[in-house]
């Protein structure tokens, strides 16, 4: 059989869960796929009745591909569904806990969640923003965020969070693709130590967006200030004002809930559409079974309220179970790289997200970090965003859940809207680098070029019915939406990651499909051959990317992080220990993913959600003009990278 891409990296590790998890899990019932697929509807159906509806569905699914409506004629109210519906059992719970970077605490329970996110759909109201409007959100990680979204959510309007480490020209951009009415924007924000201030960036920004009727400011430190024009005012100020009772405004199923843009390969940010009913029913799901959410958990998920794992695991799916949940401001290593740990022992979080870009920075600073704190409040680890490689896999197994805990290694992508291929913690025997299987009720496969089925071995990771969460278009961009995601088969989407599938069914990411490189007629995924290096005593991180080379068409260009402590030893003698990682990576995988050139880094390229930008690192290696840099969380990095390159081409 022809396999799309090889499959080289074998891990034969694994780890069942233990008698006293799986009988106390949410989900304990092996049957569960089967019962799911054999009446797909009405298992999604079961989930959806678990949130609470103004007007019941008539029908569960319309599917005109690639066209979806879930619960059609069902009406609801996110916000409703996050907070008022908790009130009368939980009003006195913590629904958020947060930390300031700076080391301020503030807890806020349902009740108070609920006055404020009443409060500020009034105002909102008041300034003009209706129901469909579209309203851009640039803030930092501070409880006015989530009141934000909820706010918005409770009159109709469509949420557009922008990222506060994006630059003006990137949220100008944004709104104005959106047309978004309104900004909600803070003075200020912390990012490891240092203040950042969102107001003159969001000042830029609209000086070029004439969509924008007025500007809300949420004074972030006491000393912050400013002078407000007309069409600026202190959300301070509107919420005193603002009466504390609003009616939810009783939205269809298939009503936008929020877009949120994400870059594409290529091309400008696409804004990805989701609706109300089918998105938080898969939120809700996801919550209840991944994370196995109880009443007494102390959640917390690291993701920014930029990204989709903040929309879906920080504010919709945990606040539809009625959770608590923290939120952390700042940088992971301030003031000390021990600030994590620190917060999970002072909170006694028991439930963290985090992704593998930040487990191997942990990596990096030691396990004397988290060692000297007191975790034995977690039950349960998480990881999404990228391939988590198997040795930051069992060190985030061993050193942060102690070996106690599960580890969910959770695929999925801003257009799923939810998690897709994991593990169900009390049921599935995790593999360390494998997300394992499809949700229950998700049709994953993975298919070749043609669309047929390969049962075991490598090729395209597709979803072959449709689900709740799926996005429901581009915004504005219809013929975009079509060609991306439904043109490669009929029907089908297609997620564009390479994936393989084991004998035993589990799925393992190999990365985007445009992370694939083909050496000599073998495509070899990009992770693999970072996971082999990784492996290496002495490397941090790696990036590994295809450059043009004669004889093999392409070859593999490794960018390596070595570790502090091994730093002088490895350098001593560069030559040697660059045969040295070359030989580690045949041994590996094989002589045919042996890296052609190896270049010792201080940083690599990633965008602000951590992922590696392996398009910055082929535009070095191949000696090209750089590309955008916009989305950079630090473009420094790429200068240098650039230049110690052509030094040793
Ligand atoms: C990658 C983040 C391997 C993948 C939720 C996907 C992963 C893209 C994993 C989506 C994982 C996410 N294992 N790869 N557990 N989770 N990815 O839209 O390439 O920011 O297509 O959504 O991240 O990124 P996005």
């Given at each position: 059989m022809?396999?799309?891409?090889?499959?080289?990296l074998q891990?034969?590790r694994?780890?069942?869960?233990?008698?006293?998890?799986?009988?106390?899990a949410?989900?304990?019932?092996?049957a569960?796929?089967?019962?799911?697929?054999?009446?797909?509807?009405?298992?999604w159906?079961?989930?959806?009745e678990?949130?609470d509806?103004?007007?019941?569905w008539?029908?569960?699914?319309?599917?005109?591909?690639?066209?979806?409506?879930w619960?059609?004629?069902?009406?609801?109210?996110a916000?409703?569904?996050c907070?008022?519906?908790h009130l009368?059992?939980?009003?006195?719970k913590p629904?958020?806990?947060?930390?300031?970077?700076?080391?301020?605490v503030?807890?806020?329970?349902?009740?108070?969640?609920?006055?404020?996110?009443?409060?500020?759909a009034?105002?909102?109201k008041m300034?003009?923003v209706?129901?469909?409007?579209?309203?851009?959100?640039?803030?930092?990680?501070?409880p006015?965020?989530?009141?934000?979204?909820?706010?918005?959510?409770?009159i109709?309007a469509v949420?557009?969070?922008v990222?506060?480490?994006?630059s003006?020209?990137?949220l100008?951009?944004?709104?104005?693709?959106a047309?978004?009415?309104?900004v909600?924007?803070?003075?200020?924000g912390?990012?490891?130590?240092?203040?950042?201030?969102?107001?003159?960036?969001?000042?830029?920004?609209?000086?070029?967006?004439?969509?924008?009727?007025?500007?809300?400011?949420?004074r972030?430190?006491d000393?912050?200030?400013a002078?407000?024009?007309?069409?600026?005012?202190w959300?301070?100020?509107?919420?005193a004002?603002?009466?504390?009772?609003?009616e939810?405004?009783?939205?269809?199923?298939?009503?936008?809930?929020y877009?949120?843009?994400?870059?594409?390969?290529?091309?400008?940010?696409k804004?990805?559409?989701?609706t109300?009913?089918?998105?938080?029913?898969?939120?809700?799901?996801?919550?209840?079974?991944?994370?196995?959410?109880?009443?007494?958990?102390?959640y917390?998920?690291t993701?920014?309220?930029?990204?989709v794992?903040?929309h879906?695991?920080?504010?919709?799916?945990?606040?539809?179970?009625?959770a608590?949940v923290?939120?952390?401001?700042?940088?992971?290593?301030w003031?000390?790289?021990?600030?994590f740990?620190?917060?999970i022992?002072r909170?006694?979080?028991?439930?963290?997200y985090?992704?593998?870009?930040?487990i191997?920075?942990?990596m990096?600073w030691?396990?004397?970090l988290?060692?000297?704190?007191?975790?034995?409040?977690?039950?349960?680890?998480?990881?999404?965003?990228?391939?988590?490689?198997?040795e930051a896999?069992?060190?985030?197994h061993?050193?942060?859940?102690?070996?106690?805990?599960?580890?969910?290694d959770?695929w999925?992508q801003?257009?799923?809207?939810?998690?897709?291929?994991?593990?169900?913690?009390?049921?599935?025997?995790?593999k360390?680098?494998?997300?394992?299987?499809?949700f229950p009720?998700?049709?994953?496969?993975?298919?070749?070029?043609?669309g047929?089925r390969?049962?075991?071995g490598g090729?395209?990771?597709?979803?072959?019915?449709?689900?709740p969460?799926m996005?429901?278009?581009?915004?504005?961009?219809?013929?975009?939406?079509r060609?991306q995601y439904?043109s490669?088969?009929?029907?089908?989407?297609?997620?564009?990651d390479?994936?393989?599938r084991?004998?035993?069914?589990?799925?393992?990411l190999?990365?985007r499909?445009d992370?694939?490189?083909?050496?000599?007629?073998h495509?070899?995924?990009?992770?693999?051959?970072?996971?082999a290096l990784?492996?290496?005593?002495?490397?941090?991180?790696a990036?590994?990317?295809?450059?043009?080379?004669?004889?093999?068409g392409?070859?593999?260009?490794?960018?390596?992080?070595?570790?502090?402590s091994?730093?002088?030893?490895?350098?001593?003698?560069?030559?040697?220990?660059?045969?040295?990682?070359?030989?580690?990576?045949?041994e590996k995988?094989g002589?045919?993913?042996?890296?052609?050139?190896?270049?010792?880094?201080a940083d690599?390229?990633?965008?602000?959600?951590?992922?590696?930008?392996?398009?910055?690192l082929r535009d070095i290696?191949?000696?090209?003009?750089?590309?955008?840099?916009t989305?950079?969380?630090?473009?420094?990095v790429?200068?240098?990278?650039?230049e110690?390159?052509?030094?040793e081409?």
């Open positions: 022809a396999h799309e891409i090889d499959a080289l891990e034969t694994e780890f069942p869960p233990s008698e006293s998890f799986r009988a106390q949410n989900i304990h019932d092996p569960i796929w089967e019962q799911a697929k054999a009446d797909r509807e009405g298992y159906a079961g989930w959806a678990q949130l509806w103004q007007t019941k008539t029908r569960v699914l319309d599917w005109n591909p690639p066209d979806a409506k619960f059609v004629g069902g009406k609801l109210n916000s409703y569904n907070v008022d519906r009368a059992t939980r009003g006195d629904a958020l806990i947060w930390e300031g970077e700076p080391g301020e503030r807890r806020i329970t349902y009740r108070e969640l609920h006055g404020d996110v009443s409060r500020f009034n105002a909102l300034l003009g209706a129901s469909g409007d579209r309203v851009a959100i640039y803030m930092p990680l501070i006015e965020a989530v009141v934000a979204m909820l706010a918005c959510a409770r109709g949420h557009s969070v990222f506060g480490g994006f003006a020209d990137a100008r951009d944004r709104i104005q693709d047309q978004a009415k309104l909600i924007t803070a003075t200020s912390y990012r490891r130590g240092s203040v950042v201030p969102l107001k003159k960036t969001t000042d830029t920004a609209v000086a070029e967006c004439p969509s924008i009727e007025h500007v809300v400011v949420v972030r430190r000393e912050d200030d002078t407000l024009n007309e069409r600026e005012v959300y301070h100020d509107v919420m004002g603002a009466d504390a009772e609003c939810p405004e009783w939205v269809d199923s298939e009503h936008m809930l877009m949120l843009y994400t870059s594409g390969s290529t091309g400008k940010p804004g990805i559409v989701h109300t009913g089918g998105y938080l029913t898969g939120c809700y799901a996801t919550c209840k079974w991944v994370f196995d959410l109880k009443d007494d958990d102390v917390w998920c993701a920014d309220i930029g990204w794992t903040g879906s695991y920080v504010v919709y799916g945990p606040l539809a179970c009625g608590t923290m939120l952390y401001e700042g940088a992971p290593d003031p000390k790289q021990d600030r740990w620190d917060i022992e909170h006694k979080v028991s439930v963290f985090t992704a593998p870009t930040a191997r920075a942990f990096k030691g396990p004397q988290p060692q000297a704190h007191d975790m034995s409040s977690l039950r349960l680890l998480g990881s999404v965003g990228e391939p988590i490689n198997p896999w069992i060190w985030y061993k050193y942060i859940g102690g070996e106690r805990c599960p580890v969910v959770t999925w801003t257009e799923t809207g939810a998690i897709m291929i994991t593990p169900l913690p009390g049921l599935v025997a995790t360390p680098g494998s997300a394992t299987k499809p009720g998700i049709d994953a496969e993975i298919l070749d070029q043609h047929n390969v049962e075991v090729g395209y990771l597709a979803i072959t019915s449709p689900w969460s996005l429901r278009g581009i915004y504005g961009d219809p013929e975009r939406f060609q439904w490669k088969w009929p029907g089908v989407y297609f997620t564009g390479g994936a393989k084991d004998a035993d069914g589990y799925f393992w190999l990365g499909v992370d694939v490189i083909n050496v000599a007629g495509r070899i995924g990009t992770m693999e051959v970072e996971s990784v492996d290496h005593p002495a490397i941090a991180e990036a590994v990317v295809g450059i043009a080379h004669e004889i093999k392409t070859a593999i260009a490794a960018f390596c992080i070595v570790k502090e091994e730093r002088a030893n490895a350098l001593a003698d560069p030559a040697k220990f660059e045969q040295e990682l070359k030989a580690h990576v045949a995988i002589a045919i993913a042996r890296p052609e050139k190896i270049l010792v880094t690599l390229p990633k965008t602000r959600s951590g992922k590696i930008m392996r398009r910055l290696a191949e000696g090209r003009a750089l590309g955008d840099v989305t950079l969380a630090d473009p420094g790429v200068a240098t990278l650039k110690k390159y052509e030094e081409a």
